[in-house]
């Protein structure tokens, strides 16, 4: 097309004429697109896409090996969608891209997110139907960190058999405070990682005080245990159960399950190959808790991960005062 036009204006015809012809041929092209390439000018949206797609592109993927050759490796921020990817490029890369560079890079980079499909659901509510009533009312907020915790399980298959893995998530950061996973569903799964998360509060210099937690829970026959409720008596924890047969009740944990198993279960970020057996679930679920909580953008919290909403808290508490 350009080489058309050059000849043309070699027997004395202007630009525009030979384009507006052109155009009515159905060759669809502007004077000013050809002045363009004649003087090599790039377009911005050209160069800021292309910046973009790097940066999509590095984030996305990482270099590994496999059987002694190199290949590309999906990371987790790869699962992100559009929302989380543009949030992130904003906040490591490029402070100014825009949602539509950003839409642009993922869809030639093959990117779309990860999507959660609809779980099954678990619970086994106790016989006698006696239990805490619940203290939420399906208000998932909290003033503060330990104000509500919120606890479930889920479970996946592996070659040697089902694996259940429980979570404890605070409500008012979305962090996961503590997990465990075994292979049968005793009272043991709630109970280890109930005493794992006060330990790790202890242990980062925020202890749960008597009266100062409440337990949210769905009515399976583990949360209404002997063992359970005496242990949140024993330390002080209010207790609280949603109805049966309800995940409303208890949507922010099956939020939570419903992320696991899309991000970490059903892809190979986090582990290659099947899993085999138990050991291979507790590896990738400690990686993929591991990046939720100091990596992972969460849109609920202003596209910051939960252990840094944490410590901006934090710090809001222990600022020192400025001379007048």
């Known amino acids: 097309m350009l080489g058309f036009i050059d000849t043309m204006r070699a027997e004395g015809h202007a630009v525009e004429s030979i384009c507006r012809v052109l155009r009515e041929q159905g060759c669809q092209i502007a004077a000013r697109t050809y002045r363009a390439q004649r003087q090599g000018v790039v377009a911005a949206r050209t160069v800021s896409d292309a910046q973009v797609y790097g940066a999509v592109r590095a984030a996305a993927w990482t270099a590994g090996e496999i059987a002694g050759r190199q290949v590309r490796k999906l990371?987790?921020?790869?699962?992100?969608?559009?929302?989380k990817m543009t949030a992130l490029?904003?906040?490591?890369?490029?402070?100014?891209?825009?949602r539509g560079a950003v839409d642009r890079a993922m869809r030639a980079l093959g990117l779309s997110g990860i999507r959660r499909d609809k779980g099954v659901r678990t619970t086994i509510p106790a016989k006698d139907g006696i239990r805490a009533g619940d203290l939420l009312n399906r208000d998932f907020t909290a003033p503060r960190p330990d104000h509500t915790w919120v606890m479930d399980f889920t479970y996946c298959r592996t070659w040697a058999g089902w694996v259940y893995v429980?979570?404890?998530?605070?409500?008012?950061?979305?962090?996961?405070?503590a997990r465990h996973a075994q292979t049968t569903k005793h009272v043991d799964l709630?109970?280890?990682?109930?005493?794992?998360?006060?330990?790790?509060?202890?242990?980062?210099?925020?202890?749960?005080?008597?009266?100062q937690l409440r337990a949210h829970s769905d009515a399976g026959s583990q949360y209404v245990s002997l063992a359970y409720t005496d242990k949140l008596a024993l330390d002080g924890i209010a207790p609280s159960i949603g109805s049966v047969?309800?995940?409303?009740?208890?949507?922010?944990?099956?939020t939570i399950n419903g992320l696991?198993?899309?991000e970490c279960i059903r892809t190979t970020v986090f582990?290659?190959?099947?899993?085999?057996?138990?050991?291979?679930?507790?590896?990738a679920t400690a990686g993929w808790v591991d990046w939720y909580n100091t990596r992972r953008l969460h849109s609920s919290l202003g596209y910051v991960p939960p252990a840094e909403f944490e410590q901006a808290h934090y710090a809001t508490l222990t600022r020192e005062l400025q001379p007048a």
């Open 75 to 83: 990371t987790p921020e790869g699962l992100y969608g559009r929302r």
């Open 89 to 98: 490029i904003r906040r490591t890369t490029i402070p100014g891209a825009s």
């Open 166 to 177: 429980a979570f404890i998530v605070d409500v008012y950061s979305q962090r996961i405070v």
């Open 190 to 211: 709630v109970m280890i990682p109930l005493r794992m998360g006060l330990w790790e509060r202890g242990r980062q210099g925020h202890p749960v005080l008597p009266d």
């Open 245 to 254: 047969g309800d995940a409303l009740d208890n949507a922010l944990m099956e």
């Open 260 to 262: 696991y198993k899309a």
């Open 271 to 283: 582990h290659d190959g099947p899993y085999r057996t138990i050991a291979d679930v507790e590896f």
